[in-house]
């Protein structure tokens, strides 16, 4: 029998890049999209075709982590091998603003669908997109066995996931990992995230669609990581023989400003005649440096990355300005995997 997958939050950027992957190795892959009132499944358009095709390997499924009757009757029909859990209220800044919303679907959605694997009987494998923003205030580096100190609702609510998959491992022998993500970036990245933000305005500040950038703490430092190759570290959790949690990260450490920089040097500009502050961006507490040590999944896994922050912060420009000079962009339309 092929191999069946089932994917929460596939029309995400982790999503859009895991589905890919499992295409490419064979997988039907079965994707959770929420019911909205304009389409948003951009990221995964390049990939789907009309279920009445032949050869048809992705589905998508209307529900939600809000509701877990839905995610029983899903996973009693589909009966896939394995269940990657990346649907979440992922923004930090936003969870202050909406904290028993991101608790509901960050925190609790993770249980919803454990418990909906327990009830429905599968013997499948579990993946829980864990966070590096559950270290939040403890110093880097962090790995595996460092205390978590979150510094957000959406940390808190990570770190409430991240022991009920646990609980369920042990409690249930259910195959279950967390997989403790750095942050990582690509052409996919929502447009809010620092990263993305800082990209997309370098672009269009040189093709003079825009003036000026408003940004907050620029002293903020992170491990940033390439998407592509963390879909790939949490498929490899899930094809080891034992379940047990690990750090993905890069090891490289970059400020904002940093990426401020090395971003608009891409496109002949000085960052700082740009940037101005405003400080609706700021939180009211700042997770300031995370960087991972990420020697268990090279140790375990054979995983290790390639793109390190100053090259993703080229590629992503390169990508937004691709994207402006035409329509569409072949980051986003071309698909990494296979
Ligand atoms: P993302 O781009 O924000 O995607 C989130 C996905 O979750 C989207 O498909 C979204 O659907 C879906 N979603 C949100 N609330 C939902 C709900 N209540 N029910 C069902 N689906 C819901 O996030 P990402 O960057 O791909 O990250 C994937 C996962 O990894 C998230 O859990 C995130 O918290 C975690 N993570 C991310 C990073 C990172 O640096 N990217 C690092 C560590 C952990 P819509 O498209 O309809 O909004
Ligand atoms: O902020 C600072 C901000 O929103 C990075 C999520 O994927 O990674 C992500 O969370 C840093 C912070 O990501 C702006 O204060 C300055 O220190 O891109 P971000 P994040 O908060 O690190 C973790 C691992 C996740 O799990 C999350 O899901 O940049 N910063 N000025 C700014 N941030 C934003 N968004 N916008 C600014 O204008």
């Known amino acids: 029998m092929g191999r069946r997958a089932f994917i929460t939050g596939v029309t995400g950027q982790d999503g859009s890049y895991l589905a890919e992957l499992l295409l490419a190795k064979g997988y039907e892959v079965h994707g959770l999209i929420r019911r909205s009132s304009t389409f948003n499944t951009s990221r995964i358009d390049h990939l789907y ?52 919303y991101t608790g509901d679907s960050t925190g609790l959605g993770a249980i919803r669908l454990l418990e909906a694997i327990r009830m429905v009987g599968l013997h499948c494998k579990y993946y829980q997109a864990s966070s590096s923003e559950m270290f939040g205030a403890t110093p880097p580096p ?22 009920v998959t646990r609980n369920y491992r042990e409690g249930y022998g259910m195959f279950a990992v967390n997989g403790i993500l750095f942050n990582h970036e690509s ?8 990263t993305r933000k800082i990209t997309r305005a370098a672009a269009r500040i040189a093709a003079g669609e825009q003036d000026e950038l408003y940004m907050g703490n620029l002293d903020a430092v992170r491990d940033w990581g390439y998407a592509p190759e963390y879909v790939e570290a949490m498929w490899r959790m899930l094809q080891h023989d034992e379940p047990t949690d690990y750090v993905v990260a890069t090891g490289t450490r970059f400020t904002v400003r940093d990426f401020l920089a090395t971003s608009f040097e891409r496109v002949g500009l000085d960052w700082e005649k740009y940037v101005k502050f ?9 997770v300031d440096a995370l960087i991972g040590d990420a020697s268990k999944a090279r140790d375990v896994l054979g995983w290790t990355p390639k793109v390190h922050a100053p090259d993703l912060a080229r590629l992503m420009v390169d990508a937004d300005v691709a994207a402006l000079n035409h329509v569409g962009s072949p980051w986003i339309d071309t698909p990494v995997w296979g």
């Open 187 to 194: 052409p996919r990245r929502g447009e809010t995230f620092v």
């Open 278 to 286: 405003d400080e609706r961006y700021l939180r009211p507490t700042e």
């Open 49 to 100: 075709r009309d279920a009445h095709d032949e050869g048809t390997k992705l589905f998508l499924h209307y529900g939600d982590l809000s509701d877990g009757s839905r995610l029983v009757t899903l996973l009693d029909r589909i009966q896939p091998q394995e269940v990657y859990n990346l649907a979440a209220q992922s923004h930090v800044r936003v969870s202050f603003d909406e904290p028993e």
């Open 142 to 163: 962090q790995n595996e066995q460092t205390v978590f100190w979150p510094r957000s609702p959406y940390g808190a609510a990570k770190v409430y996931a991240y022991w």
